[in-house]
């Protein structure tokens, strides 16, 4: 808070979205999924020597991140099991933990499930683009 002192809320705002825009640019260079074999033979033994996960390439879990109330009809979708308004992110760890992929468009109360079935990682899984090497 102490950062922003003297920044009218409107200055504040674009400040934050131009940062994000700026992030978002950014994302195919840090955020990425394996393409090559090395690099997934690379992470296949690294989660092998950390939890003796045989051919894992990463670590996938959905968490709520709280917002404020969107308002209007479609407002409740946003509301999670346990009350609060979120939407439900998917991501994709390395052993590093690293962020490998992100999915953060679905509302507090979809279910992890649906998400990961509705997401590019999924459909690329079934189509076999990643292979048990």
């Given at each position: 808070?102490?950062?922003?002192?003297?920044?009218?809320k409107?200055?504040?705002?674009?400040?934050?979205?131009?940062?994000?825009v700026?992030i978002?640019?950014l994302?195919?260079?840090?955020i990425?999924?394996?393409?090559?074999?090395?690099?997934?033979?690379?992470?296949?033994?690294?989660f092998?020597?950390i939890?003796?996960?045989?051919?894992?390439?990463?670590?996938?879990?959905?968490?709520?991140?709280?917002?404020?109330?969107?308002?209007?009809?479609?407002?409740?979708y946003?509301?999670?099991?346990?009350?609060?308004?979120?939407?439900?992110?998917?991501?994709?760890a390395?052993?590093?933990?690293?962020i490998?992929?992100v999915?953060?468009?679905?509302?507090g109360?979809?279910?992890?499930?649906?998400?990961?079935?509705?997401?590019r990682?999924?459909?690329?899984?079934?189509?076999?683009?990643w292979?048990?090497?």
């Amino acid at each position: 808070a102490g950062d922003f002192i003297g920044v009218s809320k409107t200055t504040a705002c674009l400040i934050v979205r131009d940062v994000s825009v700026a992030i978002a640019k950014l994302r195919p260079i840090f955020i990425r999924m394996p393409e090559t074999e090395s690099e997934i033979r690379d992470l296949q033994l690294r989660f092998y020597q950390i939890a003796k996960f045989p051919r894992t390439i990463g670590a996938i879990d959905c968490t709520h991140i709280k917002i404020q109330s969107p308002g209007g009809p479609d407002a409740e979708y946003f509301r999670n099991r346990k009350g609060y308004f979120s939407l439900n992110v998917q991501t994709i760890a390395c052993p590093g933990l690293k962020i490998m992929d992100v999915v953060a468009r679905w509302p507090g109360s979809c279910h992890d499930q649906t998400i990961f079935k509705k997401s590019r990682i999924y459909n690329k899984l079934v189509s076999g683009y990643w292979t048990n090497s």
